[in-house]
């Protein structure tokens, strides 16, 4: 049965939605964790600034995911060579990397309690093809000056071995997180820095095709601003229809179980990933993914359970407690913004001057959007940003 998330359990109370005109310097559309953190940079450097947002803080994606905190891309790095080339690969990993070192710096210095823990991840194969990959990339890795430590033999944990597997990767620089405590506390630092949050309060137009002269329509008020920031992930399309064939709507299911015994050391990223586990600090196993099974189905915007999908993850966690039936506290689903190249799209809105835009984290945003936000508040205020030059949206035509 679907429930709220477990991130979300009880669901926030929105804040007010606006109710007349506002003017401001920067107008925030949605307020997962790209908005939440350009709103937050935006008002450390004494802009005004209003976010707005259909639902609530972290209601959608940012909510809803399983608080991975991983380098890189979606794809295991060898791969990532092998599609990007090598420097660039090499690039975009390091903006993961110090989007994480970004992320937890401003965890400490902001105090947000979001369970935030580096135990690194442990990256595993599906069969002996994905397993030459690991290896690889772990060789790749090391040579680019990246961490990253072979598992195998008796250094890979029996419980994996019983499965057959022989090889893991090792990433001790990998965190996790409550990802909607995080978003949440970033919203309330950029709220207490003077940002003004808007929630319940959809965006039903954008005009911004003039720089220096943008207008937010909302049901009951608009805001004028200088610029727009139009971190929306998957629904960027509905205000910026240059995105509609450039970002799709892909869901993935979730589910968490009642307290366990500690099993997991770390986050696990199994089968490409498209399998993933950890436990929280409860001992809860948060699992998602399997997405493989039916991707045609898992398409759109409706966040819905998939039966068939949802059975084999409860198989799956419970074949790991063979001796008790696992308690299942909380099912959901959540929908990712997958860009064409698998790669952000961070930078300046094509065709719509008044606008930047971060979105396509392609399931993999906690590694990459905190630094978004980041890097589009320094591009509205400095018009530049090499982050944004290596993700541009411009890159797609
Ligand atoms: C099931 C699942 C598991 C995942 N697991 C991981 C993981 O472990 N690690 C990881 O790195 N990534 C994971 N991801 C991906 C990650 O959650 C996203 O990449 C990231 O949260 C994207 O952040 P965002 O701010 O771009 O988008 P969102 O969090 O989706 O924020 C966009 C906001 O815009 C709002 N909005 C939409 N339309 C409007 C409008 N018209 N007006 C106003 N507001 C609007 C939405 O309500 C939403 O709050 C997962 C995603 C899912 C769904």
Wanted: glycine share 12%.
């Amino acid at each position: 049965m679907l429930t709220p998330p477990l991130w979300l359990d009880p669901l926030p109370q929105p804040r007010p939605a606006l109710r007349g005109p506002l003017a401001v310097d920067v107008v925030v559309l949605g307020a997962g964790l790209c908005g939440a953190s350009a709103a937050l940079h935006l008002v450390q450097e004494g802009l005004r600034v209003a976010v707005v947002e259909s639902r609530a803080g972290a209601m959608a994606a940012s909510g809803r995911n399983a608080g991975f905190i991983l380098q890189g891309t979606a794809e295991r790095y060898s791969r990532a060579r092998a599609l990007m080339g090598h420097e660039r690969a090499r690039r975009v990993h390091a903006w993961s990397v110090e989007n994480h070192v970004r992320m937890a710096e401003a965890i400490t210095k902001l105090g947000i309690s979001c369970e935030y823990q580096r135990r690194g991840s442990l990256q595993i194969g599906a069969g002996p093809e994905e397993e030459a990959e690991l290896l690889e990339s772990a060789r790749m890795m090391v040579e680019d000056g990246f961490e990253a430590e072979v598992r195998q033999g008796e250094a890979l944990h029996e419980r994996y071995r019983a499965r057959g597997n022989t090889v893991a990767l090792y990433l001790p620089g990998d965190g996790e997180v409550h990802p909607a405590r995080l978003v949440r506390g970033l919203l309330d630092a950029a709220e207490r820095g003077g940002a003004q949050i808007f929630e319940g309060c959809p965006a039903t137009a954008l005009d911004a095709s003039t720089a220096g002269d943008v207008r937010v329509t909302t049901p009951e008020g608009e805001i004028t601003a200088e610029v727009a920031v139009v971190a929306l992930n998957a629904r960027v399309s509905d205000l910026l229809p240059y995105f509609r064939d450039k970002v799709d709507p892909v869901r993935g299911q979730m589910l968490a179980t009642a307290p366990l015994p500690p099993l997991f050391e770390c986050p696990i990223y199994a089968n490409h990933g498209y399998d993933y586990w950890r436990q929280d600090p409860a001992g809860r196993i948060v699992l998602g993914g399997w997405r493989n099974l039916d991707p045609e189905a898992e398409v759109g915007h409706a966040e819905t359970l998939h039966a068939q999908i949802q059975a084999r993850m409860t198989e799956f966690v419970q074949s790991w407690v063979p001796d008790q039936t696992v308690e299942i506290t909380h099912r959901w689903s959540g929908i990712m913004g997958f860009s064409r190249d698998g790669l952000p799209l961070v930078g300046p809105a094509p065709g719509t001057p008044g606008a930047v835009v971060g979105a396509g984290f392609t399931g993999h945003g906690f590694g990459f959007a905190f630094l978004a936000g980041a890097a589009l508040a320094r591009l509205i205020l400095d018009g530049q940003h090499p982050f944004c030059d290596d993700l541009s949206p411009h890159r797609m035509r």
